[in-house]
């Protein structure tokens, strides 16, 4: 009797992302903005915590960035969300946000597993960027964003007051 030969694990396959249009659009439940357009939605978005509303925040703003690497998302219900000049909105597909009116190809549940998300992990996928992230907690003072509404954004360049 020959023992058989285990078989090469299979390579791991690989596949471009491709977006579509989606008609009609998802409801909007986040709003995202990258690099210039960082400041316009921490502004927006102050000005709709301090009319009532209910928004998480989430930041990619390390230090190592560039300020047009820099991303802010705000979380909320649809009719809270803010609007700034370069902002995307994005909806819920499959446990990932995307942009309301593109679907990702090959299906948004690949795309959640191939970025490494968890369970109970906030996903966002949009056209050259992945996100990761724990959920936020609603911000429960304007104060969080008010680093944000600088173009060059927290402590960056060691003067926490905007100076260059």
Do not use: K, N
Request: charged share 20%.
């Amino acid at each position: 009797m020959t023992a058989a030969l285990p078989s090469p694990p299979a390579a791991a396959q690989s596949f471009p992302l491709r977006w579509e249009r989606r008609e009609p659009p998802l409801p909007a439940a986040a709003v995202l903005a990258v690099g210039d357009a960082v400041p316009g939605l921490a502004a927006a978005a102050l000005e709709r915590i301090r009319d009532g509303a209910r928004l998480g925040v989430l930041a990619d703003d390390g230090p190592s960035l560039s300020a047009a690497d820099r991303a802010l998302l705000v979380l909320g219900a649809e009719g809270d969300l803010p609007w700034a000049d370069g902002a995307r909105y994005l909806g819920r597909d499959a446990g990932l946000l995307v942009p309301t009116t593109a679907r990702p190809e090959p299906a948004a549940a690949l795309w959640r597993r191939a970025v490494g998300a968890a369970e109970g992990q906030l996903c966002v996928l949009v056209p050259g960027r992945a996100l990761v992230a724990d959920p936020p907690a609603p911000v429960t003072s304007p104060d969080a964003l008010d680093a944000f509404v600088r173009p060059e954004g927290p402590g960056r360049h060691g003067t926490g007051d905007g100076a260059r």
